[in-house]
């Protein structure tokens, strides 16, 4: 394949609902679409799905966009390869940026996928028909606006719930949501805000009385040896996401076992190619996995479902109808959970065309370029 047409488009979406984390708050999320065209005129698109300031990691979408458009759509237009997996190596001396790398890389997949005239999952290699999804709820003014979130998702039949936690919002709010839904599939995110101060430990070991699935992300992404000696130290399993950012990554975290279950991000990890090859890493090694989201537009959220059909992924995945998100989506077929599953597409390429005409309207800046 050869890409003879490459564009950057930097769109923004209002949130339907405020989202906030440990670190930030937002009420709108601005993306970058990523648009590949080869020789036949095939389209891939793909999401750099960035945080707006540092705050997930080091990227931001300034960094991502001077990436993908100095160094990343350079490597890639007029470059001959034969398989997305090849793609990676025509950046191979960009360090880090993965987010950047990930919408590049994720369009090159979708484009491969249309150009064959194949569902992207059959591309990958999945399995499934339908992925199970799970929400994840921000951390809200009060206990009260948290168990009203949490009852709109559950009626909407998600089997999964995924609470935002940090010092001074973990216990209290866990122990409201299990007393009221004893049965339901819950676990936490702290996004690596804890310490290894007596407090902080103290108040994470108070949730392990509490049946969850999961602790997600203690301690800080570098601090493995602080999230192994925990996992040894209480019955829940820790999850790690911000933690392993490449292979490498994940080949310490299993060697000091400084978990049992991965989140595979696409935009964390830079790309479906890696993400693919992390699934295959983390299975072998009896972690199961699932695929974590950072609120995708349509683009990103329809690969998100693509990977999430892999074998591997037995844990539900952050794939939640675009709705829960967006009062319209940058697709003309936004995604849909449906008793919190999630159909994978088998029409060709990505599942859904983009809506040209709402991209128009919610782009802030463009960027073109051709052979």
Not at 83 to 101: C, I, M, Q, Y
Not at 305 to 311: E, F, G, N, Q, R
Request: aromatic residues 6%; charged residues 20%; negative net charge.
């Amino acid at each position: 394949m050869r890409v003879v047409e490459a564009s950057l488009h930097l769109v923004r979406l209002d949130l339907v609902h405020e989202f906030r984390t440990s670190s930030h708050r937002k009420g709108h999320l601005d993306h970058i679409l990523v648009r590949l065209v080869d020789e036949g005129g095939a389209v891939g698109w793909g999401e750099i799905a960035s945080a707006a300031g540092p705050y997930y990691n080091a990227e931001n979408v300034d960094t991502c966009w001077l990436v993908a458009r100095d160094f990343l759509l350079p490597a890639v237009l007029g470059a001959r390869w034969e398989h997305p997996r090849d793609v990676s190596t025509l950046w191979r001396r960009v360090r880090g940026n993965e987010f950047a790398k990930a919408g590049v890389d994720v369009a090159a997949w979708v484009l491969f996928a249309e150009s064959a005239r194949i569902p992207l999952a059959a591309a990958l290699g999945g399995t499934r028909d339908e992925v199970v999804a799970g929400v994840s709820l921000g951390i809200e003014p009060t206990i009260d606006d948290l168990m009203a979130q949490v009852a709109l998702h559950v009626e909407h039949g998600y089997p999964r719930v995924k609470l935002k936690i940090a010092p001074g919002w973990d216990v209290d709010p866990v122990r409201a949501v299990r007393s009221a839904w004893p049965d339901l599939d819950v676990h936490v995110d702290a996004n690596g805000v804890y310490t290894t101060s007596d407090a902080h430990l103290e108040a994470l070991r108070a949730l392990d009385e509490y049946g969850l699935t999961m602790i997600e992300q203690p301690f800080a992404p570098r601090d493995l040896l602080a999230s192994a000696r925990f996992a040894a130290s209480i019955g829940t399993p820790v999850c790690l996401d911000e933690s392993v950012e490449t292979l490498a990554d994940l080949e310490l975290a299993l060697h000091l076992r400084a978990g049992s279950v991965l989140n595979i991000k696409v935009s964390r990890m830079g790309g479906l190619s890696a993400a693919l090859a992390a699934h295959d890493l983390a299975t072998a090694a009896g972690w199961p996995v699932w695929c974590g989201g950072m609120h995708e537009f349509g683009v990103g959220r329809y690969a998100n479902v693509a990977l999430s059909s892999l074998p591997g992924f037995t844990l539900p995945s952050d794939v939640s109808g675009s709705d829960k998100y967006y009062a319209r989506d940058i697709v003309l077929t936004p995604v849909v959970a449906r008793a919190g599953r999630v159909p994978v597409p088998t029409s060709p390429g990505l599942g859904s065309a983009v809506d040209e005409a709402h991209l128009a309207t919610a782009t802030l800046r463009s960027e073109h370029r051709t052979i």
